[in-house]
């Protein structure tokens, strides 16, 4: 569900993919946090998806896949530039009336 939430929205930062989001938008911080969750995020996705199939399969640990900080970041960062645009749209619509 995460992988399917990063994938979703890179264009919101003006971006194609989300490792362009990571590596080209916003703080040091935010960069950094923003490469961890993909590469960390991916690389526990393709262990459990990109192995044969077996009698017993195990499931992911609420630790291996608790990105919590890491999204919550993110989430914010969409809320600030949400809440951007809509100021600056509001006072264009001011100063044109």
Known sequence: MTLLQIDHVPPLFGHKTFNDV??????????????????????IADSYLHHPITSKEDIPTLNQVGFSPDMDFLLSEIEKLHFNKMTSTKASIKHSK
């Open 22 to 43: 990571a590596s080209q938008y916003g703080s040091k911080s935010f960069k950094k946090a923003m490469l961890h969750l993909i590469n960390t995020m991916r690389s």
